[in-house]
């Protein structure tokens, strides 16, 4: 007899490849984003721009979630959880990492800012009562000897200069954990992810707006570089838009430990660009700080599953 469908091989073969087209999609357009922040940076202060960028991101959101008729009202017992897990995953995370581009090369800040799942899974140690395995240990050692590496031993002889930069994007990767480990707290998230990133993007564009508006004077965007316009179209586009919309689609499709492993490929990314876009040294250092680092994500991030 004819066959009526393709086979469950070739079905399951297509949403792999879906799913790892996905995942590629997602760690280009974030890796790229951070020279892509460093060229807009060159223009705009750093508060300017995350208001413009959270700005875009709570209009293209919320406009997505009401062209989908998603609901966009926010049940009340998750208000609260909403606007904290926001000032630390989006506010915090995207302050540290624009003031810490400001003070350090981008390669290293974007390789420092995804320790970001060593500090998580510290951090749910004591908010989730989490229990590490040694092979999680092995990981947070791995994630903390690429930083010694990178940061290298003249780090512990330097000046508030030299350490400003490493310890706005340190505190960027802890913020975010910090707020990643908040919304498992919360669990069982009523609203749709879309809506309630949106809404995040809208509560922190605010006090974005209010300090750029009264701390900054941006030039006015007819003097900005090429590069500048380059680089914010990018942002606003790839970053905000784009990988937040497949971001959500992948998360949707997979299992967290499954979806997040596209943050790996964001640093190797980021790292590359920068030495291609913005003429940053490519040392043997770097190349061990980012091995390790990611080996200390990956060990985090990948579990074995128990036997039956």
Known sequence: MPTRAPSSASTLSRRDLTTLLLIAAIGLFWGGNWP????????????????????????????WAWLKRWPLVIVPGERLWLVVSGLFTILGFNLGTAFGQLHMPTSQAAIVAFTMPCWALLLAIGLLGERVTRRQWLGLGLGQA?????????AWQAGFEDLAGPAFVLAAALSWALGTVLIKRRGGWQGHPVVITGWQFALCALPMIVLAA??????????????????LGYHLVFAICLAQMLWFRNVNRLTIGQSTISTLIIPVVGVSSAVVLLDEPLTVRLLLALALILSAVAIVMTQRKPPP
């Open 36 to 63: 892509a922040v460093r060229f807009s940076l060159m223009d705009i202060p750093p508060f300017s721009l995350r208001a413009i960028g959270f700005s875009a991101g709570a209009l293209m959101l919320l406009g």
């Open 146 to 154: 690429g930083l010694l590496v990178l940061l290298g031993p003249a």
């Open 214 to 231: 009264l701390l900054e004077s941006p030039s006015t965007p007819a003097n900005w570089q090429t590069s500048t316009w380059l680089g």
